[in-house]
């Protein structure tokens, strides 16, 4: 029979997973982008990666403690604060997307260079600041407690 | 609210962690709970009056103006 801490250790092998891949994407675009002559283009991308890995191991460390010593990764009230984080992340997602737009035109206008490449660059630095700002608001409502 | 969680505990000799165990949540519920700042479900306020042998009425502590209906 599985048990539900058989089932949290079976979830934080997917989450080491999960950073570990995060970690290694990074890591190859900023090999990649080296690959193609642009060193110094690569030190966002490196630094990027490095803390991605330092905090996803201090994060994992203790996340691992817990579920050695029998405590659920998730509980009614992480639920909660993980649902208060997805609907803030929604409503500055809004504000986001603004924002990136009116970047773009603004760079067209004084530049003549539109700020983004193309719709896919747009769409994963979108991607990623939407993760960014998820991280940011579990954060805060993990820290003030304000989940009800 | 207030709670009485955090007296009780230390009369039972227990720390937050072992709470947390003894209930099935993270020690960071049980300290929002000690601090009046984490309104539980009605299913773990049960669990941990439970655990710290109590009725849930005298382990959570409202105002009167909180409870008017």
Same mark, same amino acid.
């Given at each position: 029979?599985?048990?539900?801490?058989d089932?949290?250790r079976?979830?934080?092998?997917?989450i080491?997973?999960?950073?570990? =891949?995060?970690?290694?994407?990074w890591?190859?675009?900023?090999? @990649?982008?080296?690959?193609?002559?642009?060193?110094?283009?690569?030190?966002?991308p490196?630094?990027?990666?490095?803390?991605?890995a330092?905090?996803?191991?201090?994060?994992?460390k203790g996340e691992?403690?817990?579920?050695?010593?029998?405590?659920?990764?998730?509980?009614?009230?992480?639920?909660?604060?993980k649902?208060?984080?997805?609907?803030?992340t929604?409503?500055?997602?809004i504000y986001?997307?603004?924002?990136?737009?009116?970047?773009d035109d603004y760079?067209?206008?004084?530049?003549?260079?539109?700020a983004?490449?193309d719709?896919?660059?747009?769409?994963?630095?979108?991607?990623?600041?939407?993760?960014?700002?998820?991280?940011?608001?579990?954060?805060?409502?993990n820290?003030t407690?304000?989940?009800? | 609210?207030r709670?009485?969680?955090?007296?009780?505990?230390?009369?039972?000799d227990l720390t937050?962690?072992?709470?947390?165990?003894?209930?099935?949540v993270?020690?960071? @519920?049980?300290?929002? =709970?000690?601090?009046?700042?984490?309104?539980?479900?009605?299913?773990?306020?049960m669990?941990?009056?439970?655990?710290?042998?109590?009725?849930?009425?005298?382990?959570?502590?409202?105002?009167?103006?909180? =409870?008017?209906?």
């Amino acid at each position: 029979m599985t048990t539900d801490n058989d089932k949290d250790r079976i979830r934080f092998y997917g989450i080491v997973s999960v950073v570990a =891949l995060v970690v290694m994407t990074w890591i190859i675009f900023a090999a @990649t982008v080296v690959k193609n002559g642009n060193t110094q283009g690569a030190v966002v991308p490196g630094i990027i990666a490095l803390s991605i890995a330092a905090l996803g191991a201090s994060f994992l460390k203790g996340e691992w403690g817990n579920v050695r010593d029998g405590i659920p990764l998730d509980d009614e009230r992480s639920q909660r604060v993980k649902d208060k984080a997805g609907a803030w992340t929604f409503y500055s997602g809004i504000y986001l997307m603004l924002a990136m737009s009116w970047y773009d035109d603004y760079m067209l206008d004084s530049t003549g260079t539109a700020a983004f490449r193309d719709a896919s660059q747009a769409l994963g630095i979108a991607i990623i600041c939407l993760a960014a700002l998820f991280g940011f608001w579990y954060w805060y409502h993990n820290r003030t407690g304000e989940v009800a | 609210m207030r709670t009485r969680i955090k007296e009780l505990r230390a009369r039972h000799d227990l720390t937050q962690e072992d709470l947390a165990k003894k209930v099935g949540v993270r020690r960071e @519920t049980i300290v929002f =709970l000690e601090k009046g700042k984490y309104n539980p479900s009605l299913l773990l306020a049960m669990k941990v009056a439970r655990a710290l042998e109590i009725g849930v009425e005298e382990l959570f502590l409202f105002e009167d103006d909180e =409870l008017e209906v």
